[in-house]
């Protein structure tokens, strides 16, 4: 008579059992757990999206506002390559005769032509330009026009003077630049030395006959005449507010006055009107894109039934169509301004309205844009209220931030139900293939001490 051991002694595979029975107590918590991670990102997502392009256009009418740019203007000359220049808002449109008398300069000097390496004589020199002033000693044994260079370059005390070594028929030569422009920022040289050495040759002062140095361009200012009237002196080449509000850039002289216009920056104004228009259809479109039902398909975006969408974008219309109190009489809704909104809810230009605005009323923008009450801080208020600390949109990106990290805690507490499922349930096995081989072993010794 023979007995089989039946059971966990079969050769079952008690990995692969453990393996089944903990995969099919996970599989339904951990597809919950993905798939409201996965909707809850999509969420975020879409409403970073949406977020966004509200922003966008929040950020445009801030700058817009801040940098005053309804009042933005924009200069042209007739010859660009003599006079450059630039305006802030606080310019007077208008034209200008610019006439460009004398450009600035630097004091530049040369001395007489010595050999580089040959001694000039022992002294001191005294180089002074504007208020500043540089002591220059020079020993027996270094005192040729080489070191002197040296010398003056390395001083610390230096006033602002770059010295030079050039050489032509006569010899070397020192030249002597000022690093400043402007006819209070002259070079003099004052020389402590023998009379008649070749050192106090070097010396320089200006309306003085017998310079030893040469003067190879005058310590000078800039010098305008506007509109044939006002003589204005710059030190640089550059005049700040010589006209209110715009500068000037001196380049070349003229040999006839050279007009100025000064105007208002209509094509940035309305390429800004434009882009607002832009930026704003590029938020209506995010806006239907997660917020939509299509019954085609049967699915819906994202955010199907989030009222902030829908109240964000009736927020906004009511702005479009409301007047602004303290604008002007015919330009106090964008309407009037050329911007309507379609039948769908986009935005559109009208140029010819926009255009006739920009030509006859530019003064106005600034009664329609400017100011606590006007369109753009409007906007930038409307949409704070969604997109700022505590508005609708935030809340929500908070709240799904929340939930996000909430799955995460789900995730990380399923994953540690299971391991410890795992290793019970392993134990359990193990224990009854242990008991399973115990009770193999007594039948096997049963079976041999039966006679057979």
Request: aromatic share 4%; no cysteine; glycine share 8%.
């Amino acid at each position: 008579m023979s007995v089989k051991a039946a059971g966990m002694g079969g050769g079952m595979d008690i990995n692969a059992m453990v393996t089944k029975i903990v995969d099919a107590e996970r599989a339904p918590k951990q597809e919950r757990i993905v798939k409201r991670t996965n909707e809850v990102e999509t969420d975020i997502s879409a409403f970073g999206r949406l977020k966004e392009s509200l922003d966008k256009l929040k950020t445009q009418m801030y700058d817009f506002r801040r940098n005053e740019g309804f009042a933005a203007r924009t200069t042209s000359v007739s010859n660009p390559d003599a006079l450059g220049a630039s305006a802030t808002p606080d310019a007077i449109p208008g034209r200008y005769q610019i006439d460009v008398q004398q450009l600035a300069g630097a004091h530049k000097l040369v001395s007489p032509g010595v050999d580089a390496e040959a001694s000039l004589g022992s002294g001191k020199l005294t180089i002074t330009m504007g208020n500043r002033t540089s002591v220059i000693d020079v020993p027996q044994g270094k005192d040729s026009l080489a070191d002197i260079v040296r010398a003056i370059n390395s001083d610390p005390k230096n006033p602002g003077v770059q010295a030079s070594l050039i050489q032509d028929d006569s010899g070397a030569r020192m030249v002597l630049n000022g690093n400043k422009t402007g006819a209070d920022n002259q070079v003099e040289v004052s020389v402590d030395a023998q009379v008649g050495s070749a050192l106090y040759q070097l010396g320089f002062k200006a309306g003085q006959a017998n310079n030893g140095m040469a003067q190879m361009q005058a310590a000078q200012d800039a010098k305008i005449l506007i509109d044939g009237i006002a003589s204005v002196s710059s030190a640089t080449n550059t005049f700040d507010n010589a006209i209110e509000g715009v500068s000037l850039e001196v380049a070349q002289t003229s040999d006839k006055p050279l007009s100025l216009a000064v105007e208002h920056d209509r094509e940035s104004v309305r390429s800004t009107i434009t882009s607002f228009v832009d930026n704003y259809n590029a938020f209506f479109r995010v806006s239907q894109a997660v917020s939509q039902y299509d019954p085609e398909t049967q699915q819906g975006g994202p955010l199907v039934g989030e009222s902030v969408i829908r109240t964000a974008t009736s927020r906004l219309r009511n702005l479009f169509s409301s007047p602004i109190e303290q604008a002007p009489e015919g330009m106090k809704t964008l309407s009037e301004l050329g911007v309507t909104t379609t039948m769908d809810g986009r935005l559109e230009v009208d140029n010819k309205v926009l255009d006739r605005q920009l030509r006859q009323n530019f003064n106005a923008l600034e009664g329609f844009f400017g100011g606590n009450d006007g369109f753009a801080r409007q906007l930038e208020q409307v949409v704070g209220g969604f997109t700022g600390a505590g508005g609708a949109i935030s809340n929500r990106e908070s709240t799904l931030s929340e939930q996000k990290l909430r799955l995460r805690d789900d995730q990380r507490e399923l994953d540690r139900r299971m391991e410890n499922l795992e290793s019970r349930t392993m134990q359990r096995f193990s224990a009854m293939e242990e008991a399973t081989s115990q009770m193999r072993s007594q039948l096997q010794a049963m079976q041999n001490i039966m006679p057979g």
